[in-house]
């Protein structure tokens, strides 16, 4: 049922962010161009609350004049808000907006993540219609376009509960470093297999690391994976099998202080152990090696891959949505 159709946005923020238009099919397979959440009376105009978002990202980067975006943010926001899923008893995962109440919003692995959904407030208070949920898992999406990313089937849906009483236990969201190379890329599987997802589509996922950067405030992690942090590309794959990775061990001429993290040759880009533990894996290397030869093929499984990451937990809807 899912037809990934090509990101159509430009691949570079400083312009006009172009809005997809978008079909929606319900049981009858009627075509219109609004969608009905889980209530009847409340329509939430998607078209109009991804322009809102976009804007936002827009303004934001402007404001910050330092090459930084909300995009990165927007992307793991909603990957943690999924990212919770248990697939064994279909506990936690993208429904119920939980992520922005305690004791999610507080957990470690979130830090962070209090900013984009205070920056998302004031979408929420002009579009009141869209629960907590999708918007977050939508936000992702949009960044995702916003960077010049594949488009991404979404299906709104999700209901927001009062409180963080159904949130599971801490832990979850993955570690980026368990010691040894094995011992990371056995807990990385644990995880993204108790989402239900292959070691394909974990590979997939990761390219996100072609967004954003680390924060010493947030996760004890310095710096960007590419240089170009606001445009999905392939370049983290590219970039993880072409350059020369060693420990970090200064910054900015002091001693590095934070957890063991790689560097390039100049310093300025990183990654984690849990990125380098895929060039240790010979089934994982092989993605690795794929998506860095070819984009086309990294884009089409990201999408598929995200898409499906942010339905964990969504029971099914009804009405589903395609974007062109
Ligand atoms: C083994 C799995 C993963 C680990 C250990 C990991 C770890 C991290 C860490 C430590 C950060 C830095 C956070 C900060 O300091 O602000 C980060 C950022 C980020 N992660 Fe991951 N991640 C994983 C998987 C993913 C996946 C599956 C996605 C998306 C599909 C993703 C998207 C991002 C993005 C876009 C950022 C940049 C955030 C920003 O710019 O604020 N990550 N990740």
Redesign the pocket.
């Known amino acids: 049922m899912f037809k990934l159709l090509q990101g159509i946005s430009s691949r570079s923020l400083a312009s006009t962010a172009t809005i997809s238009s978008c079909i929606i099919f319900t049981d009858s397979n009627i075509a219109g161009t609004e969608a009905q959440s889980k209530s009847p009376q409340k329509k939430v105009k998607i078209e109009k609350v991804k322009a809102s978002i976009a804007n936002l990202i827009d303004e934001d980067m402007k404001n910050r004049n330092d090459g930084t975006s909300l995009v990165?943010?927007f992307?793991?926001l909603a990957?943690h808000q999924a990212g919770t899923y248990d697939k064994a008893d279909d506990s936690g995962g993208s429904n119920g907006g939980r992520i922005r109440h305690n004791p999610e919003r507080n957990w470690s692995a979130n830090s962070?993540l209090g900013l984009a959904m205070d920056k998302l407030e004031k979408i929420k208070e002009k579009h009141p219609e869209i629960s907590y949920a999708d918007l977050y898992a939508l936000a992702g999406i949009v960044a995702i376009e916003e960077a010049g990313g594949p488009v991404i089937d979404f299906k709104l849906g999700r209901v927001d509960e009062p409180n963080g009483d159904n949130s599971p236990a801490e832990g979850r969201l993955?570690?980026?470093d368990k010691g040894t190379w094995k011992g990371t890329i056995q807990h990385?599987r644990d995880v993204f297999h108790r989402l239900g997802l292959t070691d394909r589509e974990m590979v997939a996922?990761?390219g996100?690391?072609s967004?954003?950067?680390?924060?010493t405030y947030?996760?004890q992690?310095w710096g960007p994976w590419t240089l170009a942090e606001n445009t999905m590309s392939n370049e983290y794959f590219r970039l993880l099998v072409e350059e020369r990775w060693t420990e970090k061990h200064t910054h900015n001429g002091k001693l590095w202080q934070g957890p063991l993290q790689y560097e390039n040759s100049t310093g300025e880009l990183m990654m984690?152990p849990?990125d380098m533990a895929l060039l240790h894996d010979e089934n994982l290397k092989t993605y690795v090696e794929m998506y860095a030869k070819d984009e086309e093929v990294f884009f089409r499984d990201f999408a598929l891959a995200?898409s499906k990451?942010l339905q964990l937990g969504v029971p099914e809807n009804k009405s589903w949505f395609q974007f062109r």
């Open positions: 990165g943010t992307v793991r990957w962070g993955p570690d980026a990385m996922l990761l996100a690391h967004l954003g950067r680390c924060h947030n996760s992690y984690l849990s995200f990451l």
